[in-house]
């Protein structure tokens, strides 16, 4: 095949030997197959803004780090010195994600390196050596439905224990390999500690969930979100919390009485530090 032209500096560069074929093109990048150092990898090239269908919400970019504030001035300013930033902030956040994951054991693929806008990545497998498939492609039994939501709570206990959260999880972005599933495609990952944080995990479980639920209804009644979330605001999440899918809201009934008592006593007191203030 003709080798992409984003590829040529890879080649130049000695960092890929030669480009096999095109894996897949998603919303935000195309990944091909290549080879490097006589095995074959990944490589993920990120799509232009105008060409890709995800876009960058602020949803997702909220409390993102701009590495200067001359970058931040651009951005704002949406310059096409800015907007080239954001692409590569956009991009080095993947990076950085998938670094911060892997050294935490959150199963993702690993990181060979980021050239001139490209992604180096590790190909993952499966059982016969081809390209894993996305879970959304394969046929999945009920055992298997529960053991893979299983899976993926933890690892997204493991991903807000990082300070992350994936953003955009779902069939489509977990691989079955030979070892076990892969979570892939993180530009879109939020910060742990952004306002939004909490409703966007919660809709990370929910698609999970969702097909999951699909061959072991059961998992349907869990409620993870709420109770991972209420661990972590609590600090007491950890990587191997024990997690149940189960969440109660307090059942401590609320004095309506005492609280309306609280509410006058500080309106006397109030009223009290007026007039002697007056007289």
């Not at 232009?48 to 780090?65: D, L, M, S, V």
Request: net charge neutral; charged share 25%; glycine share 6%.
């Amino acid at each position: 095949m003709k080798t992409p032209n984003q590829l040529i500096p890879l080649i130049h560069a000695n960092l890929i030997d030669e480009v096999v074929g095109q894996l897949q093109s998603g919303k935000e990048a195309a990944v091909y197959v290549v080879l490097a150092n006589g095995a074959y990898c990944c490589a993920k090239v990120y799509k232009e803004a105008n060409n890709r269908t995800f876009k960058q919400k602020t949803q997702y970019t909220e409390g993102r780090r701009v590495r200067g504030s001359r970058q931040a001035r651009a951005m704002e300013k949406n310059s096409r010195y800015g907007r080239e930033e954001r692409e590569s902030e956009w991009q080095n956040k993947e990076v950085e994600a998938l670094g911060a994951l892997s050294n935490a054991g959150v199963l993702v693929p690993k990181v060979y390196a980021y050239y001139e806008g490209v992604l180096l990545l590790e190909m993952i497998l499966d059982d016969e050596g081809d390209p894993a498939p996305r879970l959304n492609d394969v046929v999945t039994t009920r055992d298997q439905a529960l053991e893979y939501h299983q899976t993926l709570m933890r690892q997204i206990v493991m991903m807000l224990c990082a300070g992350l959260v994936h953003g955009d999880l779902s069939e489509f972005n977990v691989l079955k390999s030979s070892k076990g599933l892969v979570i892939i495609d993180f530009p879109q990952v939020v910060q742990a500690t952004a306002n939004n944080a909490f409703a966007i995990l919660q809709r990370d479980i929910k698609q999970v969930t969702h097909y999951c639920g699909r061959f072991a209804p059961e998992v349907l009644k869990t409620d993870y979100a709420r109770e991972i979330w209420q661990l972590y605001q609590n600090g007491k999440l950890r990587p191997d919390s024990p997690i149940t899918g189960k969440f109660a809201q307090s059942s401590k009934p609320i004095n309506i009485g005492a609280i309306l008592d609280e509410i006058d006593d500080a309106r006397e007191d109030a009223l009290k530090n007026h007039r002697s203030k007056q007289s």
